[in-house]
């Protein structure tokens, strides 16, 4: 089905055709003053120009032309050409019953499905994920849902951070306090996170033990048996603690790869480079040098003069595998935004090899989690909160505001601890992606895990609002039926529902999940307007109750979409303490 504004469109570019005017002008958006329009053309201004004519009259004929159009109510021309559209309330109902019988919501699919490699998460061994992680995964996995939603093939991959300096760090030490590596295959996690600390303090104190660590690292990517038998250890040990925060943040990954399984692929990237002749050596290491703009781009390090592998050129390689393993259309990286000059780098190489020709390769840069301070958020110490501790903090907030097990009927120790977890989840997403992904933002506990205000929890508990309506109207019989429009507030929500498909459009062109939060809200916003203003249990007669259940179902429907597209889970009811 076509939405409001689509259908719009296709009007508007029917009387331009009629007009012998150019078509790429011919569309509408959402009016900037609602109180007069519906919706607005800006075409008569562009057209003014090319044609030399006056917008004014260029755009009265238009208007004279949507004039004669059933489903238009009203049509005028203000300022130097703009075109105000109001729809008749029977073409809106229409569309609302459209959309309320649509699996998709309104929302069509894209007609050139592309295949995305989506990179983020980066996790790495030994370390527990932090707060550092947690955009990474929320923005991450929300575009990937909205991608996947509109059509595109997703392929997500978390890109392990397993072959690097920090593998030879904790070899070393281990080595080190044990003397060998026997006992290796006996240490967890905790012991292995252990280890990593105590040799990134002692690498940074002590050059000595900084160069071992080096030494390691080369030997274990040149294929030194005990080394990789060890690390083989490490790294299962790794992805299993971090699938388990994965998978409290509900973030789907389809690959498992780390930097390890590029390295073949790394060797054959140094040997096309010495090909073309765009590397050197310089000191003993093989780099690449790139052309000097008006900032300085440092050299690509391929090879190290110790004979281990350049942390970028990991990322080259992978790129050539997803390309031509995966055969993606488009590489995108979520990844902080302190990290845009190593993407710049590694995609001009990419370009200089040529080992991704018409791939659109992205890097969405994100803010940082802060403190009230405005500094990256820590713990009360100083040092960096680990992601589980900041979910248990969440947790343990939004659970003093529950009931206590059994105190509600049907809600016993584990529906309230489900509860928990998808109110605590919603506050921490929400809080997320309601900021433009490049923005940082203050984490406050207090502000964000309200029922109130423009948070995860306030959506919810819209949502879980409707479905109390439609239990009730479903014990009282009454039944959903035909969308007829009458009032202001039933108008306004029904607009604001037909916006939908815009919003997520604009959303996957953008790759701004903040799109979609700020519909979320302002439709919830809405609905509570229009639910104080327009009864439904209690409305004039049958026809109106039947109309206003089917608006009210349709907005939870779609705000239930909505927050599955943000990675949130909305649940059939909200409870709170007394």
């Given at each position: 089905m076509l939405s409001l504004e689509k259908q719009l469109n296709e009007k508007i570019k029917n009387i331009f055709q009629t007009l012998s005017f150019d078509g790429q002008y011919a569309f509408v958006k959402p009016s900037d003053r609602p109180d007069l329009s519906d919706f607005q053309c800006n075409g008569a201004l562009a057209l003014a120009k090319t044609l030399k004519k006056n917008p004014r009259d260029i755009g009265t004929q238009i208007a004279d032309c949507l004039k004669n159009d059933p489903d238009i109510e009203a049509v005028s021309v203000d300022g130097p050409g703009f075109i105000n559209i109001k729809l008749k309330n029977s073409f809106i109902a229409s569309n609302m019953d459209n959309m309320a019988s649509d699996p998709r919501l309104g929302c069509s699919k894209t007609q050139n499905p592309k295949t995305i490699v989506m990179d983020f998460g980066g996790p790495n061994v030994a370390k527990a994920l932090h707060v550092g992680h947690l955009r990474s995964a929320v923005i991450g996995e929300s575009i990937r849902r909205i991608i996947d939603f509109m059509g595109d093939k997703v392929i997500s991959d978390v890109h392990f951070g397993d072959w690097g300096t920090p593998m030879g760090m904790i070899l070393s030490e281990i080595i080190l306090q044990d003397g060998d590596l026997s006992k290796i295959k006996t240490y967890d996690i905790e012991a292995i996170s252990s280890f990593y600390k105590k040799a990134n303090i002692r690498c940074k104190e002590d050059e000595k033990a900084a160069e071992t660590a080096r030494l390691v690292?080369?030997?274990?990517?040149?294929?030194?048996?005990?080394?990789?038998?060890?690390?083989?250890?490490?790294?299962?040990?790794?992805?299993?603690?971090?699938?388990?925060?994965?998978?409290?943040?509900?973030?789907?990954?389809?690959?498992?790869?780390?930097?390890?399984?590029?390295?073949?692929?790394?060797?054959?990237?140094?040997?096309?480079?010495?090909?073309?002749?765009?590397?050197?050596?310089?000191?003993?290491?093989?780099?690449?040098?790139?052309?000097?703009?008006?900032?300085?781009?440092?050299?690509?390090?391929?090879?190290?003069?110790?004979?281990?592998?350049?942390?970028?050129?990991?990322?080259?390689?992978?790129?050539?595998?997803?390309?031509?393993?995966?055969?993606?259309?488009?590489?995108?990286?979520?990844?902080?935004?302190?990290?845009?000059?190593?993407?710049?780098?590694?995609?001009?190489?990419?370009?200089?090899?040529?080992?991704?020709?018409?791939?659109?390769?992205?890097?969405?840069?994100?803010?940082?989690?802060?403190?009230?301070?405005?500094?990256?958020?820590?713990?009360?110490?100083?040092?960096?909160?680990?992601?589980?501790?900041?979910?248990?903090?969440?947790?343990?907030?939004?659970?003093?505001?529950?009931?206590?097990?059994?105190?509600?009927?049907?809600?016993?120790?584990?529906?309230?601890?489900?509860?928990?977890?998808?109110?605590?989840?919603?506050?921490?997403?929400?809080?997320?992606?309601?900021?433009?992904?490049?923005?940082?933002?203050?984490?406050?506990?207090?502000?964000?895990?309200?029922?109130?205000?423009?948070?995860?929890?306030?959506?919810?508990?819209?949502?879980?609002?409707?479905?109390?309506?439609?239990?009730?109207?479903?014990?009282?019989?009454?039944?959903?039926?035909?969308?007829?429009?009458?009032?202001?507030?039933?108008?306004?929500?029904?607009?604001?529902?037909?916006?939908?498909?815009?919003?997520?459009?604009?959303?996957?062109?953008?790759?701004?999940?903040?799109?979609?939060?700020?519909?979320?809200?302002?439709?919830?916003?809405?609905?509570?307007?229009f639910y104080n203003t327009c009864p439904i249990m209690t409305g004039q007669n049958d026809e109106i109750k039947a109309s206003r259940l089917t608006l009210a179902a349709l907005t939870r429907d779609i705000l239930t979409k909505a927050l599955y597209l943000l990675g949130i889970e909305a649940p059939e009811k909200m409870l709170k303490a007394n």
């Open positions: 690292t080369a030997e274990l990517q040149n294929g030194k048996k005990e080394y990789v038998e060890a690390w083989k250890h490490l790294r299962a040990v790794s992805v299993e603690a971090v699938k388990e925060n994965y998978d409290d943040l509900q973030a789907h990954f389809d690959l498992w790869l780390g930097e390890s399984d590029a390295h073949e692929t790394c060797g054959k990237i140094v040997e096309l480079a010495k090909q073309k002749g765009i590397s050197e050596i310089d000191d003993g290491a093989t780099i690449i040098r790139l052309p000097q703009t008006n900032k300085p781009m440092p050299p690509v390090i391929l090879v190290k003069s110790d004979g281990g592998f350049g942390y970028q050129l990991t990322d080259i390689a992978t790129i050539k595998m997803r390309v031509d393993d995966l055969k993606a259309d488009e590489i995108i990286y979520v990844v902080d935004k302190r990290q845009s000059l190593h993407f710049e780098q590694v995609f001009q190489v990419a370009q200089m090899l040529q080992i991704a020709p018409n791939v659109v390769l992205k890097h969405i840069g994100f803010g940082t989690v802060n403190g009230a301070d405005g500094k990256p958020f820590k713990t009360r110490d100083g040092g960096v909160m680990n992601l589980c501790d900041l979910i248990e903090m969440s947790k343990d907030k939004v659970r003093s505001s529950m009931p206590k097990p059994n105190e509600v009927e049907g809600y016993g120790k584990d529906e309230i601890e489900k509860l928990v977890e998808q109110v605590a989840m919603a506050a921490i997403k929400f809080q997320d992606l309601k900021n433009t992904t490049s923005s940082g933002y203050v984490f406050d506990l207090e502000d964000f895990a309200k029922f109130d205000g423009k948070t995860g929890p306030y959506i919810q508990y819209a949502i879980a609002r409707i479905n109390s309506i439609l239990r009730k109207a479903k014990e009282g019989k009454l039944l959903q039926g035909k969308i007829l429009i009458s009032e202001n507030d039933e108008r306004t929500l029904a607009l604001k529902i037909a916006g939908f498909e815009n919003a997520v459009w604009r959303a996957v062109n953008e790759k701004e999940p903040s799109i979609i939060a700020d519909y979320a809200y302002s439709l919830a916003q809405i609905f509570s307007s």
